[in-house]
């Protein structure tokens, strides 16, 4: 069931409450939310979703900070929003301070498995004189203690000169990003080794079989990489979450579409992850929820949904990511073509 729309002062005075004593951490994390089940539903209504368009979630091994996307319309703004679990309190969401510049935009937020980067994407230029924003491309930060450094361009062997979006890392050091083209883009890699970056280079088969491919995200283990795609016979409209699933032998199998768990006839599905402890997936999508009760809609309401969640515009869901190992257990048991 979904749970009811929340206003932003009602669920932050719930969350103010809150303390350590008499409750169990666990209980405070995901902004004191009930771990979704199987089937998905908006992630903190009233405080996450507000009815803007929002994606791109990322949290902190530890759970006590998460990050989010939000768009403004017709992409005009893009802003990282931050949250903080300090003494059993969860602060008002406010925009990051790496993310303020009203000149330039900054999306994609994704914390490495253990911490210690912080990267995202963002069309500020290099040069901080600079009047004009340049392409996007992947920054990077790094973990100084209860803070983030400066953030720095990742070197032109990854981003290139053109458009990067969306990295994502392994545990081991492994970062995957897209390389834009058109509406979609190559799957690419890079890995870190002895204290430096390895040139990007396309993902081989069964990767890159078309650029009608979007945004990956990577386990933390390698186990298997998420990716939306575009034109498929078993699609469900737009774009479409797949699964690839690695082998014993390091080889993958071919793209395994992820069902209606998440995907939907929606056309805005271009971002998923997993929550750091791999329980519970988060996925962008522009579903709306239904409305059911059959009464005529009237002006104040209609002005009033522009800031409810599940109102047509991008919105970060969540669902038991038990599914997952399901599906990735069929993959590698089904015989190869």
């Keep these: 069931m979904q749970l009811p729309p929340l206003r932003n002062c009602a669920l932050l005075s719930c969350l103010s409450a809150m303390t ?22 908006l992630f903190a209504p009233g405080l996450v979703n507000t009815g803007l368009s929002t994606r791109d979630i990322t949290i902190t091994p530890d759970g006590t900070e998460i990050y989010f996307g939000v768009f403004l319309p017709g992409f005009r703004k893009a802003v990282i929003v931050e ?6 309190r969860w602060s008002a969401p406010e925009v990051a301070a790496f993310s303020r510049d009203p000149r330039w935009r900054c999306l994609e937020p994704c914390i490495s498995p253990d911490g210690r980067w912080f990267f995202f994407v963002s069309d500020r230029p290099t040069d901080s004189q600079a009047g004009k924003p340049g392409p996007f491309g992947i920054w990077i930060m790094d973990r100084e203690g209860q803070a983030w450094s400066e953030p ?4 032109d062997s990854i981003n290139g000169s053109g458009n990067t979006f969306y990295p994502t890392i392994t545990r081991a050091g492994e970062l995957y ?7 979609g883009g190559w799957l690419m890699r890079a890995s870190w080794r002895n204290g430096a970056w390895s040139n990007a280079e396309k993902l081989p088969p069964p990767f890159n079989a078309s650029p009608n491919q979007a945004n990956p995200r990577v386990d933390p283990e390698g ?36 069902g209606p768990v998440v995907n ?27 409305r059911l009760d059959g009464k ?11 800031t ?5 515009q991008t919105g970060l869901w969540w669902v038991d990511a038990a599914f997952l190992e399901v599906l990735r257990s069929r993959a590698l048991a089904a015989p190869r073509h």
């Design 223 to 258: 186990r298997f990489i998420l990716v939306p795609l575009m034109g498929r016979a078993d699609s469900l409209g737009g774009a479409d979450y797949y699964g690839y699933f690695r082998r014993d032998d390091g080889s993958w199998t071919e793209p395994i579409h992820l």
């Design 177 to 183: 990003f897209l390389k834009e083209e058109g509406r």
């Design 296 to 306: 005529p809609l009237q002006w104040d309401e209609i002005l009033a949904e522009r």
């Design 308 to 312: 409810q969640p599940g109102n047509g």
């Design 264 to 290: 939907s006839p929606a056309g805005d599905e271009y971002s998923i992850s997993l929550s750091p402890d791999g329980r519970v997936l988060f996925f962008g999508s522009d579903r709306a929820l239904p």
């Design 152 to 155: 720095r361009r990742l070197p």
């Design 20 to 41: 350590l004593a008499g409750q169990a951490l666990p209980r405070l994390l995901y902004l004191g939310q009930p771990l979704p089940r199987s089937e998905p539903v």
């Design 83 to 88: 949250t903080h679990l300090q003494a059993g």
